[in-house]
């Protein structure tokens, strides 16, 4: 399917999906967060596809929000419209495990939506910010939520109110990125990574996914439970079998997803 705003790559089980606005650098109007959502909707539904990647250009992740658009808009068309509800929730549905290979500026929505990924690899030319509080706003799509649990009050407070950038150095230290790399390898690396999931079970890789979401919602005692019920229910599954019975024989495990 053809998109404007994104382009769309499956190759080895891996969707890569780019953001490509790059005469706004990249940033975040209705119709690419809609098409973003159609695409990452489509790689849910095909069982080609093992892991997602949502990426940028060099100099922009995403620069935020789409100013310009916003700027026409009243609190009325906001709140009446339910602005990027419809958007981030359909990103948020996604059970597949998805990766932010992020380069350049990741700033406002553009922060957000790699948070709203599963991990993010960075490149050394990152720089995250939430500088909304510049336009007389606020951050919107988890930058108060979703930062403050990966960083922090103290990191999440500095970046929310005084506007200024964290470099990529500071993000792996704070716990916003997982690992840091030169920029010309981010696309090899976050690649590499997701490889390396495509070639885990499916049923392992979900349910992961799902259990560390839990932490971020659930009192731990609740969150560990659902943990533990999720480990117990694996042992129903053909893959727990082979992956346990690989290891003794000493070979490779193959994973079919049963
Ligand atoms: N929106 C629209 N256009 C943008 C943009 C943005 N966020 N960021 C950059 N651009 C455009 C610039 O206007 C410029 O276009 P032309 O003027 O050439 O037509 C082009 O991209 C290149 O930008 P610059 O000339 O400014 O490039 P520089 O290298 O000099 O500076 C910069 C790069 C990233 C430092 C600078 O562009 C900048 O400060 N951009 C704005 C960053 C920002 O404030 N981001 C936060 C936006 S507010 C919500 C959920 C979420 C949100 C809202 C609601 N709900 C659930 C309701 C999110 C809000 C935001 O993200």
Redesign the pocket.
């Known amino acids: 399917m053809a998109y404007d705003s994104i382009l769309v790559d499956i190759d080895n089980h891996i969707c890569t999906v780019r953001l490509n606005r790059p ?3 990249n ?3 209705i119709d690419l967060l809609r098409e973003l959502g159609k695409a990452l909707g489509e790689a849910q539904k095909n069982d080609k596809v093992r892991c997602i990647i949502i990426t940028g250009s060099e ?2 992740f ?9 700027s026409e808009k009243s609190f009325t068309d ?1 709140f009446m419209g ?4 419809p958007e ?1 929730d359909a990103i948020m549905r996604i059970r597949k495990p998805i990766i932010a290979a992020v380069s350049g ?1 990741a ?6 939506l790699a948070m709203m990924c599963d991990f993010i690899i960075a490149s050394d030319t990152a ?1 995250f ?4 509080v ?2 007389g ?1 606020m ?5 108060t939520q979703r930062l403050t649990r990966l960083v922090g009050r103290a990191k999440s407070m500095d970046m929310n109110l005084t ?1 200024r ?1 964290m470099d990529a150095e500071e993000a792996e230290r704070a716990g916003l990125v997982s690992r840091v790399v030169p920029c010309k390898k981010l696309i090899d690396e976050a690649t590499g990574a997701a490889k390396k999931i495509a070639e885990k079970s499916m049923i392992s890789v979900m349910a992961i996914k799902e259990a560390v979401h839990r932490s971020d919602q659930l009192p731990l005692s609740e969150a560990v439970l659902f943990e533990r019920r999720l480990f117990h229910s694996m042992f129903a599954t053909e893959d727990q079998s082979e992956g346990m019975a690989a290891f003794i024989e000493k070979r490779e495990p193959q994973f079919r997803d049963k």
């Open positions: 005469d706004a650098l940033a975040l109007n100099k922009a995403a620069a935020g929000a789409d100013i310009k658009m916003m906001v339910d602005l990027f509800t981030e500026y700033l406002g929505g553009g922060c957000e720089k910010g939430q500088p909304e510049n336009l706003v951050a919107g799509m988890g930058g506007g950038f």
